[in-house]
């Protein structure tokens, strides 16, 4: 393959980049194989040290979205759940859809403190099991789908507040699992088109998306062979602890 076919294919020559794009998914995706959890976080604390935010969530986009795809797929009950979570996965839509309309237009202070905030957020829920109080109305599923859609839509991981919504309801696991794959599959879609629209997934971005969605699978597979060969406990208290620290640089970075 002459020269340019290979510009075409990976617009960045680099071997040092390429290398790092593929470490970085490859060790998100063994998290996400090994964890069930923690693909955007693994990735943006690693992609931020490289790239800016504003590229970082955009090369994260296609492995969320096959990711989330592949969980939603599995899921027994898919009708039950679309049917139950409707109005959440609706404003996460719209709300995530419109925030990452006017990315370009954000300091990028401000989306460095978001996804660090999203990671602390997201790590010490884990480790400590942070939840609120929420009812079974409507109105708590708007309100909560906004939150996670802003958050998403500034840092590409809305995951927390899903994941303590769904821990407060006490949904069970199979229900847990099938309605978080659909609900960031909810955010996925008008993510993408918004980051579009913004002009930030072009041609070489998802070259490098593709490149990461294939590290991601490979990491993951690597991911469920570890989950049989290691203690799952120590290795999610690892990860969450780094999460926790790299998402205090973040915001540390934003703030200064």
């Known amino acids: 393959m ?9 617009p960045s020559l680099d071997p040092l980049l390429i290398a790092s794009i593929c470490g970085i998914f490859i060790f998100a995706g063994i998290v996400k194989g090994f964890l069930g959890i923690g693909l955007p976080a693994a990735a943006m604390g690693l992609l931020t040290l490289i790239f800016p935010p504003t590229e970082a969530i955009s090369l994260l986009w296609l ?9 939603f797929g599995r899921a027994r009950n898919k009708r039950e759940i679309a049917v139950t979570y409707k109005w959440f996965a609706a404003a996460i839509f719209i709300s995530i859809f419109l925030t990452s309309l006017f990315i370009n237009d954000y300091p990028t202070a401000l989306l460095t403190v978001a ?3 999203a990671m602390v957020v ?3 829920n884990l480790l400590f099991g942070l939840s609120f109080p929420v009812g079974p109305g409507r109105g708590w599923q708007v309100g ?7 958050l998403g839509g500034l840092s590409s ?4 507040p899903v994941a303590m919504y769904l821990m407060a309801r006490n949904t069970p696991k199979d229900m847990f699992i099938g309605a978080t794959g659909f609900l960031f599959l909810a955010g996925c879609l008008p993510l993408g088109v ?4 913004s ?4 041609g070489p971005v998802i070259m490098k998306s593709l490149l990461g969605l294939l590290m991601t699978l490979i990491g993951f597979r690597i991911g469920e062979i570890l989950r049989e060969r290691i203690s799952q406990d120590r290795f999610r208290q690892v990860v969450l602890v780094a999460f926790l620290i790299m998402g205090g640089r973040l915001i540390t970075t934003g703030l200064l």
């Open 2 to 10: 002459n020269a340019l076919s290979l510009q075409a294919l990976l």
């Open 63 to 71: 492995p969320i979205l096959f990711s989330n795809m592949f969980q």
């Open 115 to 117: 996804i660090g905030v």
């Open 122 to 124: 997201f790590s010490m």
């Open 144 to 150: 909560v789908g906004i939150v996670s859609g802003v």
């Open 157 to 160: 991981i809305w995951s927390p």
């Open 194 to 197: 918004g980051l579009v629209i």
């Open 199 to 202: 002009g930030l997934i072009t």
